[in-house]
């Protein structure tokens, strides 16, 4: 299975609504065009920053729909999948092929703390519903309460031929480590999963990152990667420190308010999240967000 594609910094893509919490298909159209501009390898839609779980099914089909086609094959778009059952993932996963997307990614199911045997047969169902199509596992231990094991994971990989690569979002990079040096066999490709961590991936052994702050300052994010394999290590270095603390900003609101935040605070005007969440009020922690993203901004 082809997975050169497979690289470099990917965006898991905000989800823009209007007051009735239904996709705002203008801004989305402008959102996809910002970061594909900014350089960004990929967009996933529906990721955790995309509030996939709070989008009914309708909508799901809707933004993905226009991401494809203002994309245009500009970039792979890869749909995620953060279904709790194996058959609603496999229904998703099968919409998503329909559309045209280029891949998949799917969330261990939350809630739930499966034993890995139920978990393989869990990614195994999902990608033997879709066999053209490359499937990625997202691991993202903070948010549903148990990690993807690197047994499970190599086993994945050296089985089921269209389980190509995974997202890690565990922030430890021992763990990352060892998902790429147990797969390396097997040509899988492995992404950080934390924006302050993507130097560190990528010294690793990474293929890139998926990571959320290429929705407000995509040229930044980018750089760290193009700089890093052209080989410039020092400057890969220099601006992840660079984009550090903007991202660290984000962990004082109230999750994934963040992005949606910093977004609206550099002009894109992409709206408010899906309640119950809501926008960070004005005070210390908006000020905060402004005053990072003013001294990156001075800079330029």
Do not use: W
């Not at 905000?14 to 970061?35: A, C, G, N, Y």
């Not at 922030?171 to 492995?190: C, H, L, S, W």
């Amino acid at each position: 299975m082809k997975t050169d594609f497979i690289k470099g910094i990917v965006v898991p893509i905000l989800t823009p609504i209007d007051k009735d919490e239904k996709i705002d298909v203008k801004v989305l159209r402008r959102q996809v065009d910002f970061v594909i501009d900014g350089g960004v390898l990929g967009i996933l839609a529906y990721g955790s920053n995309g509030e996939f779980y709070a989008v009914e099914d309708d909508q799901l089909k809707l933004g993905l729909e226009v991401i494809l086609d203002q994309a245009n094959k500009r970039v792979p778009i890869y749909m995620g999948i953060g279904a709790v059952s194996t058959n609603k993932c496999i229904k998703i996963a099968e919409m998503a092929q329909a559309a045209g997307a280029d891949g998949i990614s799917v969330l261990q199911p939350m809630f739930l703390k499966p034993n890995e045997t139920e978990l393989y047969e869990h990614f195994k169902a999902i990608a033997q519903a879709v066999p053209n199509m490359p499937m990625l596992l997202y691991n993202n231990p903070g948010r549903v309460g148990y990690t993807i094991s690197a047994d499970l994971v190599e086993s994945l990989a050296k089985e089921i031929e269209n389980i190509v690569g995974m997202k890690d979002s565990s922030g430890d990079m021992t763990q990352t480590a060892e998902f790429i040096r147990r797969t390396r066999p097997y040509n899988f490709k492995v992404f950080g999963g934390k924006d302050t961590m993507i130097y560190a991936a990528l010294a690793h052994g990474a293929a890139g990152c998926v990571a959320t702050t290429a929705n407000f300052v995509p040229e930044l994010v980018c750089s760290i990667y193009n700089k890093y394999v052209s080989g410039d290590f020092c400057g890969a270095l220099e601006a992840q420190y660079v984009l550090n603390p903007i991202r660290l900003t984000m962990d004082k609101a109230s999750f994934p308010v963040g992005t949606k935040d910093l977004a609206n605070i550099v002009g894109l005007d992409v709206g408010n999240p899906y309640l119950p969440n809501q926008r960070t009020p004005e005070g210390p922690v908006l000020e905060q967000m402004r005053a990072e993203l003013r001294k990156y901004m001075q800079k330029q």
